[in-house]
């Protein structure tokens, strides 16, 4: 009789938890120590083969600039490349940033090819970098100096690995500015202000009020 009571009374305390749990939101469990890793980031597919897909050949990401299809030996072709960015003075002082990280330290960041590495001979680099501020360097046009910049010349490397294109542009532009002690800053922005302007609008044609109808 005791043992079929013990039975009963335990059997009542299973069924008391299991219609307990019935009841819980398991989605809600309480609190947790980590909730990132509990309700993580959901992703569109898990499927392998369709995550390692490449883009469609000959497509452009959308606001990416147009592949850059020059060669390296093409360098008469690009003196005629036009800058295609719509430039502001935001994106010269972008370029001028650029240019201070990536080149001042060998051209100088008064461009006078007097940076840190060659230090008026005293650095560590005894070959003088070329002087974009003035000397023959300086009819490099923006897209002679976005090639050099994509593909290297002389002991300079190619920088298209630590810039992008745009970067690229900046750059080139700010070169072009800072010529003539910054005189050519405005012609840059005009140059390239006229590819943003809108055609003027056709003007409506007149009706002649006397018409009958």
Not at 27 to 47: I, L, T, V
Not at 136 to 154: A, I, Q, S
């Amino acid at each position: 009789m005791k043992r079929t009571s013990n039975i009963l009374i335990a059997a009542a305390l299973v069924s008391g938890a299991l219609l307990s749990a019935c009841g819980k939101d398991n989605r809600k469990p309480g609190k947790h120590y980590m909730p990132d890793m509990f309700e993580s980031r959901a992703y569109e597919f898990y499927n392998e083969r369709l995550s390692t897909m490449k883009p469609v050949e000959g497509t452009v990401k959308r606001g990416e600039l147009l592949p850059y299809h020059l060669k390296a030996a093409d360098t008469a072709l690009a003196n005629a490349v036009k800058n295609p960015l719509i430039l502001t003075k935001a994106d010269l002082e972008e370029g001028k940033r650029l240019f201070n990280i990536y080149c001042a330290i060998c051209h100088g960041s008064k461009l006078d090819g007097n940076g840190p590495l060659y230090n008026d001979g005293n650095g560590p680099y005894v070959a003088k970098p070329a002087n974009l501020a003035s000397g023959d360097k300086t009819h490099y046009t923006e897209g002679r100096l976005f090639h050099v910049m994509t593909y290297g010349f002389n002991a300079m490397g190619s920088y298209a690995s630590q810039l992008d294109k745009e970067q690229r542009w900046k750059i080139a532009a700010y070169i072009r500015s800072f010529r003539n002690n910054g005189a050519e800053a405005s012609a840059v922005l005009a140059s390239d202000s006229t590819k943003a302007a809108p055609a003027p609008a056709a003007a409506p044609a007149a009706t002649d009020s006397s018409a009958t109808k």
